[in-house]
């Protein structure tokens, strides 16, 4: 059984405390509960919610979409990355692209993206893709700048050719920037979805919240909110695992 350290305590008490503060608060007048809702009412439809079973649908909807954009925006980013950075000419040709691109707000897509693919699931992941692609791909770039050249000078003097410094050297060196940015891009990828589904849609967490909203519910916006925030932390736990699992051979402490 894991020790629970006295920050870990710390870190628990806060939240508690900031629990019971909010729903003395609400109970004492002195917040609106129609504008703050409280804790215990937050948790009451959260336990409806998952004791009718309809939220497991709306999660698995947003789940599917979030995987998908993640999967697709960092594969093109990563790969779109090695290339570019070890093509100079090619990025000259698409630099200017790529920067006005990356200069358009991601929210005015999502309306473009249900025009061109409807309100189901692949307007949404379109606009996932957008999101993390930027990240995978200029971490990407970056690291592969970030390459030692006496490393490379090195390898090439050993006779390496392009496919042997691809994967002994670029990819060794740009390992800990890709894993940052995946860390990063799980978030991006559940905004992507979230946001999709909030401007446009008829399942998901960004559904329930925008549906929520309007009926003027705040407890349903609270604990759709909620259902949120645990349904991200889980998959940055997961990522967290495979960057463990992926950079096991760097030294502790790198």
Known sequence: MPKISKLH?????????SLFVWEGLVRAKIADAFFFSMPSSIFLRLAEWLIKG??????SITF?????????????????????????????????????????????LAPIFTLWFGLGM????????TLVFFLAFFNTYQGIREVNPVILANARMLGASR???????????TAGWIISSLRSSIGFAVVGAVVGEYLGSSAG??????QAEGVFDTTGVFAGMTLLVVFVLILDSVVNQVERHILAWRPSGT
């Open 9 to 17: 305590l710390y870190q628990i008490g806060l939240f508690v405390g």
């Open 64 to 108: 599917i979409e979030t995987l998908s954009a993640f999967v697709m925006g960092t594969g093109l980013g990563i790969g779109i990355g090695l290339w570019l950075a070890l093509a100079p000419k090619a990025l000259k040709v698409l630099e200017p692209y790529i920067k006005a691109f990356n200069a358009i707000p991601r929210v005015v």
């Open 163 to 173: 496919s042997q410094l691809l994967r002994h050297v670029y990819l060794p060196s």
């Open 205 to 210: 967490l960004g559904y329930l919240i925008a």
């Open 122 to 129: 692949i307007s949404k992941v379109a606009l996932g893709v």
């Open 54 to 59: 309809d939220i497991y649908r709306h999660l």
